[in-house]
């Protein structure tokens, strides 16, 4: 299954976005769904991820600012943050994930937020 993140944009420190992740998938609805992300120069990582029930895991480094939420019947699972900071400034990647917030698929479309100071 192969998602698309989308919602990205240039933000002011301290604002707020709503990222979204849909697949045209059936299988989407039975998948863990994380997301991941990948600043300029570094490794991509995962940052949070919510199970089909609705449970929900976060890294450390974003609990708190870090939302993600899922719309089963839109097959959609968005990532909002809110107190962005700079150091958010990354590529976005959504996928489905195992029990141990794997990558199951192939990357799809990042989106690009850039965080201004």
């Known amino acids: 299954v192969q998602l698309q993140a989308f919602g990205g944009g240039l933000v002011q420190a301290g604002g707020s976005l709503r990222l979204s992740c849909a697949a045209r998938?059936?299988?989407?609805?039975?998948?863990?769904i994380g997301w991941y992300r990948q600043a300029p120069g570094k490794q991509r990582e995962w940052v949070a991820s919510i199970r089909v029930g609705g449970s929900t895991n976060y890294a450390d480094s974003v609990k708190g600012r870090f939302t993600i939420s899922r719309d089963h019947s839109k097959d959609t699972a968005d990532l909002r943050i809110d107190t962005l900071k700079p150091e958010d400034t990354a590529v976005y990647y959504c996928?489905?994930?195992?029990?141990?917030?794997?990558?199951?698929?192939?990357w799809g479309q990042g989106t690009l937020v850039t965080v201004s100071s």
């Open positions: 998938e059936i299988t989407f609805r039975f998948n863990a």
């Open positions: 996928q489905p994930v195992d029990l141990s917030d794997r990558p199951l698929g192939p």
